[in-house]
């Protein structure tokens, strides 16, 4: 079932139901992408209708932010309604937040897993330097059986999806990302996490979903960050509080602008 937030589809959907989902494409051979909407992603949505079709067009939308389920929750109420209850965004209360959240983060890594029962194979694209090998090799720490085909940066990408440096499709013939012909192809995985950043990765997986060898395509954002290491992830019972937002903005709080765009989500879900 989706639910419509600010013109963006959703997925209500649980971990484990996405998951049976996304196993079910696998095994079928098809050609699917994922994308994880949260507040940014509703955000840009309202001023890049391409952006905001691709998210309405993907196979799968999880609900990454325990916000979207309240967002959902207060549309359905009345104006003056909203107004008195919008303070619940900072303390997200499980009763009114209607479905799960199902983290990018979370659901990469239960896929990583599935992929090391099932035998599925892998491939990382993204991230900065040598991150995404890195995240690969804590990976594989606690999925010893995963089977990753390919780990690389991918070269620089511009806002509307398109390489600008680096690695490209046309000419990657000295990367571990082609076949063992060589002939420029990427090499065939059933699962491909692209971590490009918001926006990029997405225009970038509708761009190119069609000329790459895989069964599965999901954005994954600064994913590979937390699984190498280089960013501490907010412990368990902080998230299920619903306060990972704060502490990211903690150990980073360069995120203080990123964060100021839930004033500006607020204004639009309010006015709605």
Partial sequence: MKVDILGVKIDKVSLTEALVIAEKWIRSLEKRYIVTPNLE??????????????????????????????????????????????????????????????????????????????????????GKGETAKEAVECLKKKYPKLKVVFAESGGEIDRNGNMLSGCRLSNI????????????????????????????????IAKNLDKIPVHIAMGVGGAFDYFSGKVLRAPKWVRKLGFEWLFRLVIQPWRIKRQLVLFEYLRLLLHK
């Fill in 41 to 126: 992603f509703i955000l840009a949505a309202q001023k890049d209708r391409e952006f905001r079709d691709i998210l309405n067009k993907a196979d799968l939308a999880i609900p990454d932010s325990s916000s979207l389920g309240l967002s959902d929750w207060l549309l359905r109420k009345s104006r003056l309604e909203r107004v008195l209850l919008w303070p619940l965004f900072f303390f997200p209360i499980k009763l009114v937040m209607q479905f799960d959240i199902v983290t990018g983060i979370d659901f990469m890594e239960a896929l990583c897993k599935v992929a090391a029962e099932k035998g599925f194979t892998t491939g990382f694209l993204g």
């Fill in 173 to 204: 013939a000295k990367s571990d990302l082609v076949s063992a012909k060589e002939n420029g192809e990427l090499k065939s995985v059933d699962i491909l996490f692209v971590a490009f950043g918001h926006i990029k990765q997405e225009k970038w």
